[in-house]
């Protein structure tokens, strides 16, 4: 089983920058489409950005326009920057590999990697 590792985040105000990395133990974002997701205090994991294989990118309405999903296939590495951050995206970040239908991700492993806090202060 491939192991994902996420990092990047941190504090930040509301306004700035942080860039997210995901890096896979193995070769599995040449095969597999990849996406972030989210999940803020007693709510639950969302879906925030997609890339395919072919490298279509996905987002949901609330953050397009301000995060860009990306990849680096040959150092197996997920990126998922973040600019005019808000309050609002403050949560735990993970990432994820498998099949991806524009916004609807299929994962390949049930696990879970431990995440990347982002916290946005006002």
């Known amino acids: 089983q491939v192991q994902l590792m996420e990092s990047g985040g941190g504090l930040v105000q509301a306004g700035g920058s942080l860039r997210l990395s995901c890096a896979a133990s193995g070769s599995i974002f040449s095969l597999n489409g990849a996406g972030w997701y989210r999940q803020a205090p007693g709510k639950e994991r969302e879906l925030v950005a997609t890339?395919?294989?072919?490298?279509?990118?996905y987002y949901v309405d609330f953050v397009k326009g301000r995060f860009t999903i990306s990849r680096d296939n040959a150092k197996n590495t997920v990126y998922l920057q973040m600019d005019s951050l808000k309050p609002e995206d403050t949560a735990m970040y993970y990432c994820a590999a498998g099949e991806v239908r524009r916004l609807l991700l299929i994962k390949r492993d049930k696990s879970w990697g431990q995440g990347t806090q982002v916290t946005v202060s006002s």
């Open positions: 890339i395919t294989r072919g490298g279509n990118t």
